[in-house]
Nanobody, 128 residues
Framework: QVHLMESGGGSVRTGDSLTLSCAAS????????LAWFRQAPGKEREFVAA????????YYSDSVKGRFTISRDNGGNTIFLQMNSLKPEDTAVYSC?????????????????????WGQGTQVTVSS
């Protein structure tokens, strides 16, 4: 059974940094991609970043490109989201998801329903 657990959320101020973690378990993820999405109150879930486990290719939304970095732990099944220069509009619940790579394209990976499994999420609040 696939299990994803996010951690590292918190309350910070504008310009601060925060690193989120997502520990994945339950299967071999070598043929999967893992991604971070976020959902602010009253808004739809939004793609943030994704990483292909095998090869390490990364993808980012325009809103976080240059500020956020997604990475993976090669020795384990954990992905990270390093968030720098945080803004109030980054406030959201951040969730990680996973799906087999063969199902994903650069066009469809931004859609939440393309991702098969999800964690519970971790809250990030950025105050001005």
């Amino acid at each position: 059974q696939v299990h994803l657990m996010e951690s590292g959320g918190g309350s910070v101020r504008t310009g601060d940094s925060l690193t989120l973690s997502c520990a994945a378990s339950g299967r071999d993820f070598s043929n999967d991609a893992l991604a971070w999405f976020r959902q602010a109150p009253g808004k739809e879930r939004e793609f943030v970043a994704a990483i292909i486990w095998s090869g390490g290719n990364t993808y980012y939304s325009d809103s976080v490109k240059g500020r956020f970095t997604i990475s993976r732990d090669n020795g384990g099944n954990t992905i990270f989201l390093q968030m720098n220069s945080l803004k109030p509009e980054d406030t959201a619940v951040y969730s990680c998801g996973t799906s087999p790579t063969y199902k994903l394209t650069t066009q469809n990976m931004i859609r939440p329903y393309e991702w098969a499994f999800w964690g519970q999420g971790t809250q990030v609040t950025v105050s001005s």
